[in-house]
């Protein structure tokens, strides 16, 4: 398990001793310490609860994954108290630019951070393996987090109230018994395939080349892409500036290319000069990929449940990989939560399957469209986006079809079970099932007041309050936004999405709305 | 009721129908496929309704299918 594959590292970790004797129990178990794995962790061990994380590899690994982190992701990351040094390392941006042929003005371009007075931008760049960092420091923070480093899942047997699971490691296997198994596995889920669970979808015939560089360059921070650049005729070209000097470069390169040769120094070096001209760069990372789209039927299986990119896959043109295995985590942990302190009822996992494959079909939905956009499948497919280029040079109205990626913004779930319909007019403010938009709020900001349990966010409503529900009083811009009168209120989930709203609230109507958005469990505390 | 007109709505309909001929002259078929695009994408943002274009879509869609491919496809758009 150490590190057979001869993987790059950016951090060693080194092997975790296996529990003496050969079997081993938990209430929680995490299979996989990537972004997602490692989120899940620290929020369900935030709020308490023992979780124990098996990973494959006994280092977080060096690779060239995810850098575009959103602004919700960063709320959320916020949310789990790592907020601050992921923005802090990360490159700042908003706006994104699209270039056709050798035209040096965009014929699109878009700001990702339309509403601004928010405490986060649009976007960070960071390399994933910071953002990994930051969640492993987090979770080493709290004792009732035990993550098992070259520790590997070889089997999975559910059992009744649970899962039993067979894991390796170098100094011998044990049997370990878990309430719950949250699967957060990576693409190729072993726990996915052992359950003989589906992953259907769809492979697009393209290749990218993926060229991660270290080279002094200025360029504004914002996200520019190109159709038909001159640097790579008839296809497309996309840079982005990470943190130290390193530069992502993905270069489309076509269906029918040989993938090992494509990577070599000496046939990657002329992409990079032909763009760039002749500067002086380092090779970081090269890689080639190939995109699919797919997710699962379901999500939660019993007691075993799926997150990240072993319950769907996306293609990155609108980061929605690891933004949208973080919106999985937000939407399960406090979920978990309420079930494991026997606050909520099981059934609840329920509306994280729904609300989870909601989330993971508007993702498919963008990035299959904007793959679409970017490797036409058919000679009309081809001349239709040609001719929304075309347009676009000239006419304002055609610029918004073209499409370079849409990126990940949080998804809104109007049909969630666990929302209470509107009952008075609203002409502004945010929908029940809806994400809360920050705004500033006394010296700090909305969100942060928010936090990660039930508030009524209220403009000077006086009443008695359910237990285990904060008020938080809201005034001038937040109120605003919020679309809220004096003595109005917001009834708000744990993960920060609108439950209920109201012009002027009873007591009865918060409690009915809050036993509504914990699943209807008449087992409230 | 359908927000698509499909009753008679134009005159002229020998000189816009040359003016669509001459839309393609001299050009490859690849041209030609762009330049019809470009019309369609014209038009669509001149109709403004995002309705009105789906359905004249659907229509298109429907037009050049056999009676029993309709059917197919109009069940199972009731049933979305
Ligand atoms: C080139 C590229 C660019 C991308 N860019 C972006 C982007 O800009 N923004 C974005 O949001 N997303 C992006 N993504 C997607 C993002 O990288 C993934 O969505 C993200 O890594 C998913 O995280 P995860 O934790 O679900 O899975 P992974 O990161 O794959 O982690 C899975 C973990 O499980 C462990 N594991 C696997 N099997 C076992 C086992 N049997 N037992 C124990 N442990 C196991 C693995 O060792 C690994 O640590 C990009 C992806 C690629 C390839």
Not at chain 1, 397 to 404: D, E, Q
């Given at each position: 398990m150490a590190n057979v594959q001869g993987i790059p590292v950016y951090k060693e970790v080194g092997a975790t001793p296996a529990p003496t004797g050969n079997t081993d129990s938990a209430r929680v178990v995490i299979v996989g310490a990537g972004p997602v794995g490692l989120a899940m962790a620290l929020d369900l061990g935030r709020r308490g609860h023992a979780v124990t994380v098996l990973n494959r590899l006994d280092f977080v690994a060096h690779a060239s994954k995810a850098i575009c982190f959103s602004k919700r992701s960063l709320d959320i990351l916020d949310r789990l108290g790592v907020g601050d040094p992921a923005v802090e390392k990360g490159v700042t941006w908003n706006v994104g630019k699209v270039f056709w042929g050798?035209?040096?003005?965009?014929?699109y371009q878009f700001d990702a951070l339309p509403v601004k007075g928010q405490k986060r931008p649009g976007f960070i760049n960071i390399q994933q393996y910071y953002i990994e960092e930051y969640l492993l420091e987090g979770c080493q923070r709290l004792a009732n987090i035990d993550i098992r480093w070259g520790h590997r899942v070889d089997a999975v047997n559910p059992v009744d109230d649970g899962v039993e699971l067979s894991v390796s490691t170098l100094d011998g296997d044990y049997t370990l018994r878990s309430e719950w198994l949250i699967a957060c596995d990576g693409a190729r889920s072993t726990v996915r395939e052992k359950l003989g669970l589906d992953f259907e979808g769809r492979v697009f015939e393209d290749n990218f080349l993926i060229a991660d560089v270290r080279m002094k360059h200025e360029m504004p921070s914002e996200r520019w892409f190109w159709f038909d650049p001159p640097f790579n005729p008839g296809r497309s070209a996309l840079m982005h500036k990470q943190p130290d000097d390193v530069w992502r470069l993905d270069f489309q390169l076509g269906w029918n290319v040989d993938r090992e040769a494509a990577i070599r120094p000496e046939n990657v070096k002329p992409f990079i000069r032909a763009m760039l001209g002749d500067v002086e760069f380092e090779q970081e990372w090269y890689s080639v990929y190939t995109f699919q789209c797919r997710r699962m039927g379901r999500f939660a299986h019993g007691r075993t449940i799926f997150a990240g990119d072993s319950a769907h896959l996306v293609s990155p043109f609108g980061a929605r990989g690891c933004n949208g295995g973080l919106a999985d985590i937000d939407n399960l942990g406090w979920k978990l939560d309420l079930v494991l302190r026997g606050a909520a009822d099981e059934t609840l996992i329920e509306t994280y399957n729904d609300e989870a494959i909601a989330t993971a079909d508007e993702n498919i939905l963008n990035s299959t469209r904007s793959t679409d956009f970017l490797t036409p499948k058919s000679a009309a497919s081809q001349a239709l986006r040609d001719a929304v280029l075309e347009l676009a040079r000239d006419h304002a109205?055609?610029?918004?079809?073209?499409?370079?990626g849409r990126l990940s913004t949080p998804v809104s779930y109007p049909a969630s079970a666990l929302s209470t319909p509107d009952s008075d007019e609203w002409q502004a403010g945010i929908g029940p099932g809806s994400p809360v938009l920050d705004a500033p709020h006394h010296d700090g900001w909305l969100l942060d007041a928010i936090g990660d349990e039930f508030v009524l966010l209220a403009r000077g409503w006086k009443g008695e309050l359910p237990a285990g529900v904060r008020l938080v009083e809201v005034q001038e811009i937040a109120a605003d936004r919020l679309g809220l009168t004096e003595g109005g209120a917001y009834l708000v989930r744990p993960d920060q999405y609108v439950a209920a709203r109201w012009k002027s609230p009873t007591a009865t109507g918060i409690e009915a709305a809050l036993i509504r958005a914990k699943g209807g469990s008449p087992c409230l505390h | 009721m359908s927000a698509l007109k499909t009753a008679t709505n134009l005159t002229g309909h020998d000189d816009i129908y040359e003016g669509l001929v001459r839309l393609h002259e001299g050009l490859s078929v690849e041209q030609s496929l762009r330049r019809w695009a470009k019309l369609v994408l014209i038009l669509a943002n001149h109709i403004g309704d995002r309705t009105v274009v789906e359905e004249a879509i659907d229509m298109a869609l429907l037009s050049a299918m056999l009676p029993d491919e309709c059917r197919t496809i109009l069940d199972w758009q009731q049933t979305d």
């Open positions: 050798n035209d040096d003005d965009p014929v109205f055609a610029r918004p079809f073209v499409n370079s | -």
